[in-house]
Each structure stands twice: as structure tokens, then as C-alpha cells.
């Protein structure tokens, strides 16, 4: 099978929060939704968003071992049904936010006077004054601050002295979007079978039609991104764009991305592996056995398997290009989030390298040079074990490996730049070759657009291409919206023209002659009916197909 996958850079993120509000407005920005983030930035350490969202002994998100088998950590059917009406494991309004806006009729209609007029802070669920002491990025900056760290779950499972030290260490930015797991518990909580997993590309989405607002996804995720819309009762969560992933296009927030440090490819992996991934007995074994799931595409055999089950050829190729793959399974840099809640994420992240340069620099040290890269990475285990219980389930080691490619990566390139002669014993010590760390900085560094995004148009799972034959269903003619010539043409489309009725049979004598065609080859478009005309009442012409015995 294919996923369409995203791998982020940490070593590149800023902090500014262009992924989230793009993301907002696209998705989100409407009534009901003024709560959810589909696209977050947090700054770690600290306790995230909604609050304290890692702690599955509060939420009981994600799956567990129970007697070898998986379960979700809610609970089996019964224990779900007998909660389906009051469901005790949800956050609340206080644990995401009270979204606020501001009084500003206050300020254009306030009368002269000697006090200057004030915007006070309105709550946008019910209207009320709203106090302002909670948000998505309330603790944006603050990841070293003595009360974030009390509240970060993450932070909890390190010992005391990393606690206490931790701030003199350095904090960094984590973006975070749905997963849209292998395995998703949020789709095996959901009891009447409305979030789903797309064969085609991977992608879990919500069938709102199907949706009755039991909530139990909400709880179910232990990532915490499945939102409820208290307005129209249905779920809704992060899409990872698809219409625009079906057109080939990259998602909103990668596509907004100021740091580029968004990659998006096309993994292919043997999904019999998946439910014996995630059942490992040791938490630590997930990151590994997840990996042993994914397949290489340049595997002739891989190749030949995959289009013998309706992968489309250039999904193959798309794989063979894809740069999330090179970021997993050939480089080994990107690390999975959370791999012990046991679905199986496919959102990969690239621990950040940059902190430990900066903190050797510190201390008088060449921040660049290998051997003191190759140290400093070793002594400083606070950042190590923080990153450990954020991507491979407490186990330093993949971490730590992580980050000697990307310093072997950094000093290789900077005696190149130099131009010093090559030292390809640097690379070696990773068991790398030179070439390797050229095209890695190549693709974490320099890559272009299509080289980050590599993303195949859309195909209809099972054989053969279906949407994705042209695209977007908007770029062909007859597709949905789409006017006589084949593009969007204006946005007011000629008025409806009737076709002219047929010469009338004068009796016996020659055969009637027929109305003659609607000039300029507009056969079709007079049986197109204008909606922005309609005055909503009867049935207009055009607006149906016709029946069969309205055929001419």
C-alpha cells in the first residue's frame, strides 16, 4: 500500500506560527471550529495543546498490550458503550481555550470623553465577557520557565536533575498536525465507523454524514487532534489537505512554510506487518519495527508487487523520489512522535541539532568541528533523553544516532565550503559514505520545491486512475463546476440562453426542419442553468440531467 507522508525539519522552525494561521483560515475559520487547531506549534518543553494532551493515564488515548493483543486504552466495546452518553475522558473548554475576540464597536462608538475607550475581550462561544488566560501558544517562548516545566508530561518521565537544569539546555519548536497513522485508534473508538483510513493514500478523514457527535475519537486520539464542532455536532479534524494532495499540490502549511522545514512524499509499506509493528512487547522495539513495515521502492521486486495491487506507476516513481522516504528509512534522521501510543504515526520529525552547537559554541569550543560534535552530543543526555520520550519511547539511542549524522552532515560540508581537503573518516564514523552527507544537506538544505514536495496526483485505489487521471476534478471538461470550455472561465457565466424551438410541421410535404445549433457550439451551455439567477422555487432547466424521455 502508499501513504502520502510529511517529515519536518525541527533544526529549521522558527516559531512563527504561519503554518497555524494559514491553516486556520483554510480549514477552521468558521463558527464552531473557533477552538480547534489543526495546526499547532508548541514550544518545548512545556505542556502543549490541548494541555497536558500526553498524559494517556488522564485521556487514555492511543492503544496498549493487554495478553499480546491491542486495545484501545479506553476500553473494549462495552466499556466505550457504557460511556457513549457521558464520555469522563475529554478535555475541556479550559483545557484547549475559551476563544476571545474583542469588543471593538466598543471603540468606534464610544462617546468623547476623558477615559480612553478600551476593546474588552468577548468570548466567541457564548458572547460573554471572556478572561484571556489560556491559548494554543500561551506558553509560546516561555519552554524554560519553572511553571511550564512542572506541567510538561514529557518533562515528568526525565529525572529531577534534568529538571532542574533542563532550562540551561536549550528549548525548540514542534509543529504538530494529525498523524494519519497506520494504525489509528481514533478510527477503532469511533462507533459509528465515520473517521476512516483511505486506501489510496493513507489519509484518515471524517465522513461527517455518518458522524452522530459521540465524541469517542476525541478521547481515542492520544494526540489530541480530532476536534468536536459544539455547532453543527460533528468531529472534524486535519485532512492533510486532500484535495489539494489529490491535485499534486502540497498541503496549506507546507506550502506557507517560512523555515521550508516541510517535506512530503510517498511511502510504500506492507500493511500485513502493521498489527505485528504494533503489538511489540517493548516499547522501545516500536520505532524499529515500524521501520521494518516500510518497503524500498527501488526494489525491482517492491516495485513489481506494488503495481500488481493498483499502485499506479507513478506512485512507484513518486516513491523512488520521495524525500520523506530518504528522511526514514535511507538517512535515518526523522524519528517518529510518540511511537508508544502504538499507531503507528506518519508525521516524522528531525530532532533538532542546532541547540547543541550553540551550547558547545558556549563554552568556548568550535561549535562545527566532528570531535567535539561527536562529545558534546554524547555528554549533553539532557536533550538526549528529553528527545527520547518525545520520538522513540525513552530509547536514546536512535536519537542519538540522529543527531551524529546530522553533526557528520555539518562538518563534512563546512570543510567542502571551506575548501579543505575531504575527510571521509567522519562519514564513516556514522558508516556513511561522503556522497551520503551531500545529498542529505542537499535535501535538508538546498531543496527546491519539487524536491520537498514530491506528490503524485490522485488514483482510484484498486486499479487504475480515477480522479487523478487529470488532477483536480476542476481541470477537466465536464467536471464539477466547470463551464462549456473546460476552464473556470468568469465568474458570472452567460445568462441561460433557451434553445429555439423547432420549425413547426406545415402538414404533408417535405420533413420539418430542425432548429438550427446554438451559435458558437453552445449546445451544451443551454442546458446549463446559472445559480447566481435562480430565485431558488420550481425545477429551472439545466439544472438536471434530463430524463430520458426530455431527450431530443
Known amino acids: ?72 486504552r479506553a476500553g473494549g466495546r462495552l466499556a466505550r458503550l457504557s460511556r457513549i452518553f457521558a464520555n469522563p475522558d475529554l478535555p475541556g473548554l479550559d483545557d484547549y481555550y475559551e476563544p476571545w475576540t474583542y469588543d471593538y464597536e466598543n471603540l468606534t462608538s464610544a462617546p468623547l470623553g476623558d477615559d480612553v475607550p478600551t476593546a474588552p475581550p468577548r468570548s466567541l462561544v457564548d ?73 489510496e493514500d493513507g489519509i484518515v478523514l471524517v465522513d461527517e454524514d455518518r458522524c452522530r457527535g459521540w465524541r469517542m475519537c476525541v478521547s481515542g486520539c492520544p494526540y489530541k487532534k480530532v476536534y468536536f464542532n459544539h455547532r453543527t455536532g460533528k468531529a472534524e479534524k486535519c485532512t ?93 534522521v526523522a524519528l517518529p512522535l510518540h511511537p508508544e501510543y502504538r499507531t503507528m504515526p506518519m508525521v516524522w520529525y528531525v530532532p533538532p541539532l542546532s541547540p547543541v552547537v550553540d551550547a558547545l559554541a558556549g563554552t568556548g569550543h568550535d561549535g562545527e568541528d566532528a570531535g567535539n560534535l561527536f562529545g558534546a552530543i554524547d555528554a549533553l543526555r539532557i536533550p538526549v533523553s528529553y528527545l527520547a520520550e518525545l520520538f522513540t519511547a525513552g530509547d536514546p539511542g536512535p536519537v542519538r544516532d540522529a543527531l551524529r549524522r546530522l553533526a557528520a552532515m555539518r562538518a563534512h560540508m563546512r570543510r567542502v565550503n571551506l575548501g579543505e581537503p575531504e575527510d571521509p573518516r567522519i562519514a564513516r ?67 441561460l440562453v433557451p434553445s429555439p424551438p423547432a420549425v413547426p410541421d406545415p402538414g404533408p410535404g417535405p420533413a420539418p426542419v430542425p432548429a438550427p445549433a446554438p451559435a458558437s457550439g453552445k449546445a451544451e451551455a443551454s442546458r446549463r442553468m446559472n445559480l447566481l439567477n435562480w430565485n431558488g422555487h420550481g425545477r429551472p432547466d439545466g439544472l438536471f440531467p434530463p430524463r430520458p424521455q426530455e431527450e431530443p
Open 429 to 495: 564514523r556514522i558508516g556513511m559514505e561522503p556522497s551520503d552527507l551531500q545529498q542529505m544537506y542537499r535535501l535538508l538544505a538546498l531543496a527546491k520545491y519539487e524536491e520537498r514536495y514530491v506528490i503524485p496526483t490522485a488514483y482510484a485505489a484498486g486499479g487504475g486512475h480515477g480522479a487523478g487521471t487529470t488532477g483536480c476534478s476542476l481541470d477537466g471538461v465536464g467536471g464539477p463546476g466547470m463551464l462549456e470550455n473546460g476552464s473556470l472561465g468568469d465568474a458570472f457565466p452567460a445568462p
Open 1 to 72: 500500500m502508499a501513504q502520502v507522508a510529511m517529515v519536518m525539519n525541527l533544526d529549521k522552525c522558527i516559531g512563527c506560527h504561519t503554518c497555524s494561521v494559514t491553516c486556520k483560515q483554510t480549514w477552521t475559520n468558521r463558527p464552531g471550529a473557533e477552538y480547534a487547531w489543526f495546526n499547532n506549534v508548541e514550544t518545548r518543553p512545556g505542556q502543549g495543546y490541548p494541555r497536558r494532551h500526553e498524559d494517556q493515564d488522564a485521556w487514555r488515548g492511543g492503544w496498549r498490550l493487554r495478553h499480546g493483543r491491542l486495545v484501545p
Open 240 to 332: 492533510l489537505c486532500y484535495p489539494r494532495i489529490e491535485a499534486g499540490e502540497p498541503t496549506v502549511c507546507s506550502e506557507t512554510c517560512v523555515g521550508r522545514l516541510r517535506y512530503l512524499g510517498v511511502i510504500l509499506y506492507d500493511p500485513d506487518r502493521v498489527g505485528e509493528a504494533a503489538s511489540v512487547e517493548d516499547d522501545k522495539d516500536l520505532y524499529p519495527a515500524q521501520l521494518g513495515c516500510f518497503l524500498d521502492p527501488h526494489d525491482p521486486e517492491v516495485a513489481a508487487d506494488a503495481e500488481a495491487s493498483g499502485i499506479p506507476h507513478d506512485w512507484v516513481t513518486a516513491a523512488r523520489r520521495s524525500p520523506v522516504h530518504a528522511l526514514i528509512s535511507r538517512y535515518r
Open 127 to 199: 458572547g460573554r465577557p471572556a478572561p484571556v488566560t489560556w491559548g494554543p501558544n500561551w506558553d509560546d517562548d516561555l519552554g524554560g520557565g519553572p511553571a511550564h516545566l512542572a506541567g510538561d508530561p514529557v518533562l515528568a518521565k526525565v529525572g529531577d536533575d534534568v529538571r532542574l537544569e533542563y532550562e540551561n539546555a536549550f528549548m525548540f519548536y514542534l509543529p504538530r498536525i494529525c498523524e494519519h497513522c497506520l494504525n489509528p485508534s481514533c478510527v477503532a473508538a469511533c462507533p459509528s465507523g465515520a473517521i476512516y483510513k483511505r486506501i
